[in-house]
Every structure is written in structure tokens, then in C-alpha cells.
């Protein structure tokens, strides 16, 4: 049975949001998917979402009784398992068609979770007593280790901001759309060194669904489901298994390239969430685009930016689009646009998109791969 | 104040030795190796015949970042590093790294740590600090292979 994306939106904004509620966004997102899917309410028999307020909540708000409920909640990568979890579930005739949320007041905060763990959780005994505050001193902490290792220069670490911003730059929903320079992030100020400020993604207000389904069942052009991955690493960021490359991202990856019968040439268009700027340079390595060490020169070389030969995060990414805290639904939607021939910066002739989403840090990750033909 | 970590029965014997100023993590019997955090069986075998020993409290810095943003009780030590260390027995645990200047020229990576404890109410807690304790003046000159690439200068 093929499986397909037959509907995918965003919210009618993202960005500084502060009259929307965490609630808000979900509904709003899904309304508009289910318009772009020609579908109503009543089509949906199947629901997955994450954080606040969860899949009984959506469900209910929305007059959809589900047959079939995923509350995966493995942090920003939680939609691509949900992607890939539908999947599974109508294949097993469990449901027939899943409606994925998103929406987070991120930074308006309007409806939306505490943050925080026990002093007794495992981050709370062996992280936070260190001055642990939040993703900016955590997701960071591989990358010193990294450039240690594979000789990264610092300046190339800057480039995957620079390069992200080439993209932003086409993008009128983007939130920073000016231009930037190396120099230009070498003189931000230092979040938590070596991070400087325009090396850390933003924090926004948003949302996005999807609608997953067999492909008997769309009503416009489908994007299809060629194959997917999902993987855990360590729940806390000092346990990762090794500070220089992702087992997460890797074993995603594989499973996903694997299920697809795709190599990497095959690949015209990728997304790879980027919290921070080092993240792409994982991406681009554990996935096995280019060998280890050899991601930042990559970018530096301008082969991700606009007209290179392997466009990535193509919507200006979570350092100048938007991060509302779980990117994960917003890399999913540029590819969908991007395979509809619909984006803001619009890459000729994708065929193939790949989707690599990181969650709680780099404790999980999922890739998916997605192509509006099938092979 | 700082966070304080709460003990919970699978951590308490790691808790009672910061407190008696010992480092305890856990060795595995079946398989022979260490590892941390505190749990019920190994993680390389799923062997159950686990026991508690006395780590020798040397570590090298694994990596690190320096937080200028601090987190609630913090405010008043300046930019600090959070840093995970590798101790000799081959795991790994974060920290703050303490005793010395908090600037990357003083923090290059493997740099030799041992472990001291700091009180935080009930608990103490495991920092390090350099081994031998060396500010910028006084440090031994290292080769610019060892640092440059890996701690580039504030740049910011």
C-alpha cells in the first residue's frame, strides 16, 4: 500500500503570535491542512501530535472521534514519527487517514507547558545541578569536541548560518531575511561559547499538520512516503555515545535510504534540522552525503545554498525561518513544498527530498524520505 | 541557589559517596567495564551482577561550553563552563570545570582534571578542577596543533 502526505500547512503566520494559544495554532494548522487536502474533519480517523495539549484534546476540539491515537512525544523530531507511524497503522488497517498537529506558543507562551524536570529525574541529578540552561547550553556542549576532532574551523561553523540565510533572504515568511556575513555571526554575542547568537535557532510562535494517508484516498497531488527510520541515542546529552557523530541521525538514516532503495544521488533537496548551527554539519555527515570532517567545508563551498547541487533547509531552517521549539512539522512542510513545486525559494526539479529531525537534542532522531513520483 | 539533585534509590549510593568525598560509579562483574549513570544493570551486557567502586577521580575534559546566559543561581558566577569530563575509569559525566580562569586559552580539550565536591544543601555535588592548577601566565606552553583548531579565541 503507498503511503502519501495528502495535505500539509502551516499557520497563517509564524512568528511573534501573542493573541494565539498553544490550542489555537494546533486548530488553525489543522483546519488549513485539511482545506489543502480537500478533506473535512470527518475524514480523519486517525490522530498523532505532541506537548501540550496532546492527541485526546485535538481530537475532541476538533469533533473527531479517533480510531487510532499517537502521543509520541520524543521532542522536535515527534511529527516524523508520527509520519512514520501512520504509515504503519493504515498499513495494518488500523485507520485509515491520521491527522498530524503541531502549534506551540514558543515564545509568546500563551497556553503552553511549564518547562522544567524533578530534581530527581536523570537531568536533574546530573545535569541541571551544572547551570544547565536549556538547549543553548546542552545541544552545544558536542561541537568544541567535534572541531577538535575533525580540524572544523570556527568560521565554517558561522558558514551554516550564512548559508541558511541565503535562503531566508527568498522567503518573505521568514522571520531574518537580511543577509549575513561570517563576520557579521563572529561578532553577535556569545551565547554559550563557541555559540554565538546567530548560531542558536530562534524561538517563535506556530504551527503545521499533515494529513497521512494510502494514496487511493488523496484528493490532490500526493506527496509520497518512499521510506522511513527512527532511532534513539542517550536521553541526556553527556551520555551520547560519541560527541563527533549522531548514532541517531545514522541509524535513521540508513533505515530510512534503505526502505526508499535510494542512494545519495538520487537525493535533489534535504532538510535537516538545525537548532544550532553544527547540527547540518552532522546531517549532512551522518547521512552520508560527504565524509567525516568534510561537512563545513560543504557549506563553506556554497554547495547547500541557492543554486548549489544539494539545496538544504531551504525555508532559511530554524536559524532565520522560525523555531517554535519542536521544528521537526516545519522541515516537513518546506519538503512538501518543495516536492509540490510550491515554495518560497522554489528548487527546480525536486524530485526526491530527504527529512532528518533531531529531538531532545540528539536523544532521537527520524528520517524520512519523500517524493512526489513513485520510483 | 543552585539546583540541588534529589537521590532516588538507584543513585543514592553515588550521593553517599560525593558526601563521604569519594567518587562511586558503578563496574559491572559479568563484563568487567564501568559505567555511569547510576542504574540497576549493565548497559554493555544486561549482566545484573553489578557493583559499586571507588572511581580514582582523574578525568580529562571532554568538551565543554562556556554558558553566558546563566541559569538561576548562577548569576553571580560569571561566564562558567559546563563541560563533560572522561574519567579514567572511561565514562563520562558533566560537571563544571572550577579552580582555574574560565577562558577557552585555559580550557583546552584533555586537559587532566581530578575531582572535587561542593556542598549544595544536603548533597555535594562533583566538580573538577585542573590538575595542575595553572592560569594563563603560568601555564605550560603547549603546541598551537594541541589548541588552535579545537578552542579558537573568544571571537565574539
Known amino acids: 500500500m503507498n503511503i502519501v502526505i495528502a495535505g500539509a500547512a502551516e499557520t497563517d503566520e509564524v512568528g511573534r503570535l501573542p493573541y494565539h494559544s498553544t490550542m489555537g495554532l494546533h486548530l488553525e494548522a489543522a483546519r488549513n491542512a485539511l482545506a489543502d487536502a480537500g478533506m473535512t474533519k470527518d475524514d480523519i480517523d486517525g490522530l498523532a501530535t505532541v506537548g501540550t495539549p496532546g492527541p485526546v484534546q485535538i481530537a475532541h476540539a476538533l469533533g473527531v472521534t479517533p480510531a487510532w491515537l499517537d502521543g509520541t512525544g520524543v521532542g522536535g523530531s515527534s511529527f516524523l514519527f508520527h509520519v512514520r ?28 507547558a511549564r518547562f522544567g ?15 544547565v540552561a536549556g538547549p543553548p547550553t546542552l545541544f552545544t556542549l558536542t561541537a568544541l569536541r567535534y572541531m577538535k576532532e575533525t580540524g572544523l574551523p570556527h568560521e565554517q561553523l558561522a558558514e551554516v548560518a550564512v548559508a541558511q540565510r541565503r535562503w531566508a533572504h527568498l522567503n518573505p515568511r521568514a522571520m531574518y531575511q537580511e543577509l549575513i556575513t561570517v563576520e557579521d555571526v563572529l561578532a553577535s554575542r556569545l551565547v554559550a ?86 547540527v547540518p554539519i552532522y546531517g549532512l555527515e551522518d547521512l552520508g552525503f560527504v565524509g567525516r570532517g568534510e ?43 518543495q516536492l509540490r513545486g510550491e515554495a518560497a525559494a522554489q528548487v527546480p526539479g525536486v524530485e526526491v527530498s530527504v527529512v532528518l529531525g533531531n529531538g ?11 517524493s512526489n513520483r513513485l520510483p | 541557589m543552585k539546583p540541588v539533585p534529589k537521590p532516588t534509590p538507584e543513585t543514592q549510593p553515588f550521593w553517599d559517596g560525593t558526601a563521604a568525598g569519594e567518587l562511586r560509579i558503578q563496574r559491572c562483574r559479568a563484563c568487567a567495564r564501568h559505567y555511569f549513570y547510576p542504574r540497576p544493570g549493565c548497559p554493555h551486557c544486561g549482566s545484573a551482577d553489578v557493583e559499586w567502586v571507588r572511581a580514582s577521580g582523574r578525568a580529562t575534559l571532554y568538551s565543554y561550553v562556556i554558558n553566558h546566559r546563566p541559569a ?71 603546541p598551537a596543533e594541541a589548541t588552535g583548531r579545537s578552542n579558537p579565541g573568544p571571537t565574539g
Do not use: W
Not at chain 1, 531532545?360 to 519523500?370: R, S, Y
Open chain 1, 85 to 112: 507511524h501512520a504509515a504503519a497503522a493504515i498499513r495494518a488497517g488500523l485507520c485509515r487517514t491520521v491527522l498530524i498537529t503541531h502549534g506551540e506558543s514558543g515564545r509568546s507562551r500563551v497556553g503552553a
Open chain 1, 117 to 131: 524536570m524533578g530534581a530527581d529525574s536523570l537531568l536533574g541529578q546530573f545535569e541541571l545541578p551544572y547551570g
Open chain 1, 193 to 278: 561559547y563557541p555559540f554565538h547568537l546567530l548560531e542558536c535557532c530562534l524561538v517563535t510562535d506556530g504551527g503545521g499538520a499533515l494529513i497521512v494517508t494510502s494514496e487511493d484516498r488523496a484528493r490532490r497531488d500526493p506527496v509520497h512516503l518512499l521510506g522511513s527510520g527512527e532511532a534513539a541515542d542517550s536521553p541526556i546529552i553527556s551520555q551520547m555515545e560519541d560527541f563527533t557523530t549522531s548514532k541517531a541521525f545514522r541509524l535513521s538514516g540508513e533505515s530510512a535510504f534503505a526502505e526508499a532503495k535510494i542512494s545519495h544521488e538520487d537525493v535533489d533537496h534535504l532538510m535537516v534540522y538545525d537548532a544550532f548551527a553544527h
Open chain 1, 295 to 337: 561537512a563545513g567545508a560543504f557549506i563553506a563551498e556554497g554547495h547547500t545554498s541557492p543554486g548549489g547541487r544539494l539545496p538544504l533547509n531551504t525555508n532559511g531552517g530554524g536559524l532565520s525561518y522560525t523555531h517554535t521549539g519542536m521544528y521537526g512539522m516545519f522541515a516537513i512542510q518546506e519538503a512538501v513544498r
Open chain 1, 360 to 370: 531532545g537534542m540528539f536523544a532521537t532522531a527520524a528520517t524520512l524520505v519523500l
Open chain 2, 72 to 142: 538561576p543561581g548562577f548569576e553571580d558566577d560569571g561566564p562558567y563552563a559546563i563541560a563533560v569530563v572522561e574519567l579514567a575509569e572511561g565514562v563520562r559525566m558533566m560537571t563544571n570545570i572550577v579552580g582555574v580562569e574560565v577562558v577557552p586559552e585555559n580550557l583546552p580539550l584533555d586537559l587532566s582534571l581530578r575531582v572535587v565536591f561542593e556542598r549544595r544543601g544536603d548533597v555535594h555535588v562533583p566538580l573538577f578542577e585542573p590538575t595542575e592548577a595553572a592560569g594563563p601566565r603560568d601555564r605550560p606552553e603547549r
